[in-house]
């Protein structure tokens, strides 16, 4: 609060210095070059303090509200310009220049007239609404076709009494139109978003309207009543201006003055609700002000060629204006069109994509739900199927170590003992699946080496069989922290079940890949088999295509689970050339990058890999 109390002493300061500055220059100095040249150099000086006002607010992240204050001090910055070159030809050439050169010079009143439009577009973004990340190109078009559409209606209703019919005091009367028109535009729009605004955007569109409208008072004022002849830079009629330019720059100031803290106990405007079964139309100024340009192009050629009284040259100068100002606006409208249909496109494919992330992530939700209920029930059955299985194994190992017992007898205990260990492996897998068996502690790990001991364990196997595994191993791919067992198990449990698919297929190349992306150290099993049936249900418990015997449905469940609990993810899919590939993605141990390879031991004879 003090901080905005300070400011406003600030801004009364600096309104009492330049309007008292300009009040004694223009009571103290006796009229002449002079004042004129005070005059002159002081309206150069008010649009640069202007612009430092208003550019001050373009450090925000919102594309929306930082373009809103640059077009504000672009406009500004086009009547510096038009100023600064009145200010030349005043000062260093000693001539007085109210309106006309009759086509001779360049026209001064051209750049006054253009400081408008920016402005006017700067409304047309309405910055006070929640702005998104992305800008819309085609607002660029719509910029374009509004400042055409200006400049159109300048050169229709200005130019002909400068160069076709000269007529100085109907060039007066026409400028002052077309520039009341633009800056009654800009205050009726500045007047409208105050209404539809609440908290800091509602003062700063009192403003801006309240500055423009003093600006419009002293325009009418000089063009009607005192009249450009004999209007000249030093007198009272220009306090309204500095006025306007102050009240301009005190709309920035104010604004600058707001912390971001400050800004969250002012209320923003709550976002438009409508009912649900009334459509939302989100249609911005630019592209209504686009459309009624182009719309208006018969209708004020008709009014130039049946209606207006205005003599023929003119007439006919008007018609070719029209007819000229087709081809920039048309292409205009054109692209704004292509644009259009460019983003709407663009959007399609992003609202498909994020489709089908959610049916991916509704998918894998699904599938974790249903392994973690069918893990506890497995865990369950399996640890009581354990404490007989334990007895049976015992007992029949006496059994069949007791030579009392005729051969016949042991030889039958021996196959008990057989069928029961064969029996635990299953109930161990089942634990595994279930995440009871604790994993090893986990440690950086080469995923290069793992791949390459996980496929040197089949090779011995496929020795004259049409069966290859080549390994291609990225360079540069980092650590990841993981246990290498497990590792090992997956990659051979998923080596295995390409193996088995190519066999039945009569032979095949089995190519597993390493790479590094977005973070993530990539594997990639691709093989040359028939592919997958149903690639949905690979990952399901007790989901199998091998016969009866072959195998039992919980090899890849349980790689699922253990690459799940090293913080990764397993999926797999149908390539188009055929075939099936399997991807398994792990997290990159942060510190190994860049990576240095370091070496991984083989698993020993006391620590096993365990294959399932």
Same mark, same amino acid.
């Given at each position: ?160 009494? @400068? ?190 994509? !994020? ?20 893990? @506890? ?61 604790? !994993? ?45 067992? @497990? ?81 990764? @993810? ?43």
């Amino acid at each position: 609060m003090k901080r905005l109390l300070d400011g406003r002493w600030n801004i009364a300061s600096a309104w009492l210095i330049m309007l008292g500055g300009y009040f004694a220059i223009c009571e103290w100095v006796p009229a002449g070059p002079a004042r004129t040249s005070a005059a002159d150099v002081l309206l150069c000086l008010m649009p640069l303090f202007v612009n430092a006002a208003l550019l001050i607010n373009t450090v925000t992240p919102d594309w929306r509200k930082r373009t809103f204050w640059m077009l504000l001090a672009l406009g500004n910055s086009l009547w510096l310009a038009g100023q600064t070159i009145w200010t030349y030809m005043e000062i260093h050439q000693n001539r007085h220049t109210p309106y006309l050169f009759n086509g001779k010079h360049f026209n001064v009143d051209s750049i006054f007239y253009l400081q408008a439009i920016p402005m006017i577009a700067a409304l047309a973004l309405q910055p006070h609404k929640q702005s998104n990340d992305r800008k819309l190109v085609y607002g660029y078009a719509d910029f374009g076709l509004v400042l055409c559409w200006w400049l159109y209606l300048y050169a229709l209703v200005v130019i002909p009494w @400068q160069y076709i019919a000269v007529d100085s005091g109907q060039y007066v009367r026409s400028f002052v139109v077309i520039a009341f028109l633009q800056n009654v535009v800009f205050v009726g729009g500045a007047a409208l978003l105050f209404t539809q605004a609440t908290g800091y955007w509602r003062r700063v569109y009192a403003h801006v309207a309240g500055a423009r409208a003093v600006y419009i008072i002293r325009l009418v004022a000089i063009q009607l009543v005192l009249g450009r002849g004999a209007y000249s830079r030093g007198s009272l009629y220009d306090l309204p201006l500095l006025i306007s330019f102050l009240w301009l720059g005190t709309a920035g100031i104010m604004a600058s003055k707001i912390r971001p803290e400050d800004a969250k106990s002012i209320p923003e405007p709550s976002t438009e609700t409508y009912p649900s079964d009334r459509p939302v139309k989100q249609t911005t100024w630019a592209s209504i002000l686009s459309r009624a340009a182009m719309l208006s192009l018969p209708f004020i050629g008709f009014w130039a060629m049946e209606i207006s009284q205005a003599p023929p040259q003119v007439r006919q100068f008007r018609v070719l204006v029209t007819l000229g100002a087709v081809l920039p606006l048309g292409f205009l409208a054109f692209l704004r069109h292509e644009l259009v249909d460019r983003e709407r496109l663009r959007s399609l494919r992003a609202s498909q994509e !994020s489709i089908d992330n959610l049916k991916r992530l509704q998918m894998q939700f699904v599938q974790s739900e249903k392994l973690a209920s069918i893990g @506890q029930l497995v865990g369950g059955a399996a640890h009581e199927i354990n404490n007989p299985l334990t007895a049976i194994l015992g007992y029949s190992e006496l059994l069949a170590d007791d030579t009392s017992l005729s051969e016949k007898t042991r030889g039958l205990a021996e196959k008990i003992r057989e069928q029961a260990r064969r029996t635990k492996t299953l109930v161990n897998n089942l634990l595994s699946f279930a995440r009871q068996v604790p !994993s090893e502690q986990r440690s950086p790990v080469d995923i290069n080496t793992i791949v390459n001991t996980s496929a040197q364990f089949r090779r011995f196997d496929l020795r004259g069989k049409n069966i290859r595994i080549e390994v291609q191993t990225g360079a540069g791919v980092p650590e990841v922290r993981a246990d290498m067992n @497990q590792l090992l198990q997956v990659f051979s449990n998923i080596i295995n079940n390409a193996v088995y698919a190519m066999q039945e297929a009569g032979g095949g190349t089995l190519t597993v890949r390493t790479l590094f992306e977005k973070g993530n150290v990539v594997i990639l099993f691709s093989d040359t088999g028939p592919g997958l049936r149903d690639p949905r249900l690979v990952f399901d418990p007790f989901y199998t295509t091998k016969p009866v015997g072959k195998g039992t449905g919980l090899g890849l469940s349980i790689c699922y689970g253990l690459i799940q609990d090293q913080g990764g @993810q397993i999926s797999c899919y149908n390539r188009p050339e055929g075939g099936a590939t399997f991807r398994i993605e792990l997290p990159a141990v942060p510190s190994a990058f860049p990576f240095s390879p370091r070496s991984v031991a083989s698993p020993s004879r006391d620590n096993p890999a365990k294959i399932a």
